[in-house]
């Protein structure tokens, strides 16, 4: 198994995980649809969806992606320790479910917001702002680990100093 097929399979693993999180949501939704409102509605029912998309183009398109992730695969790249590539790849593919978690959260927080037509009042400040903070800076980092997989990898593989006793 080449790098190329190791981050298709990674990525259909995660497509798949993103259908059974967007079927658990759906079933959240259908049993709570008496108390959510028709503008609430509207906001629980956008993740999902988002959910669903994520989870076809990560299982049925995932040539494109992997091709991305593992670009060197014909090469058969190997790193001076002697492996394919695995390291970069794993960096990758955790950066694909860290963003693939945080997107519909993001995405469900400010419609949320949006939704509700005003500013929370001082009490309630905290925690929607804290979690938006918390989902962008996910965000952020799963893309930095989607575009930069060599920086983390070459940062763990740096030779440690010397202990002094």
Do not use: C, K
């Given at each position: 198994?080449?790098?190329?097929?190791?981050?298709?399979?990674?990525?259909g693993?995660?497509?798949?995980?993103?259908?059974?999180?967007?079927?658990?949501?759906?079933?959240?939704?259908?049993?709570?649809?008496?108390?959510?409102?028709?503008?609430?509605?509207?906001?629980?029912a956008?993740?999902?969806?988002?959910?669903?998309?994520?989870?076809?183009v990560?299982?049925?398109?995932?040539?494109?992606?992997?091709?991305?992730?593992?670009?060197?695969?014909?090469?058969?790249?190997?790193?001076?320790?002697?492996?394919?590539?695995?390291?970069?790849?794993?960096?990758?593919?955790?950066?694909?479910?860290?963003l693939?978690?945080a997107?519909?959260r993001?995405?469900?927080?400010?419609?949320?917001?949006?939704?509700?037509?005003?500013?929370?009042?001082?009490?309630?400040?905290?925690?929607p702002?804290?979690?938006?903070?918390?989902?962008a800076?996910?965000?952020?980092?799963?893309?930095?680990?989607?575009?930069?997989?060599d920086?983390?990898?070459?940062?763990l593989?740096?030779?440690?100093?010397?202990?002094?006793?």
């Open positions: 198994m080449n790098s190329r097929q190791l981050a298709r399979l990674g990525l693993l995660i497509g798949v995980w993103a259908l059974l999180d967007a079927l658990t949501l759906f079933t959240q939704i259908a049993s709570n649809l008496e108390s959510l409102g028709s503008e609430f509605l509207f906001v629980a956008v993740p999902v969806v988002l959910l669903l998309g994520l989870s076809y990560l299982v049925f398109h995932s040539a494109g992606l992997a091709a991305t992730i593992a670009p060197d695969a014909d090469e058969g790249a190997a790193s001076d320790h002697g492996t394919p590539d695995l390291a970069r790849i794993l960096v990758a593919l955790l950066g694909v479910m860290l693939v978690q997107i519909p993001t995405l469900n927080l400010i419609l949320a917001f949006f939704a509700a037509g005003e500013f929370p009042v001082a009490p309630n400040l905290v925690r702002i804290g979690n938006f903070i918390g989902d800076v996910q965000v952020a980092i799963a893309i930095y680990l989607i575009m930069r997989p920086r983390l990898v070459e940062y593989r740096r030779p440690r100093p010397a202990q002094t006793d």
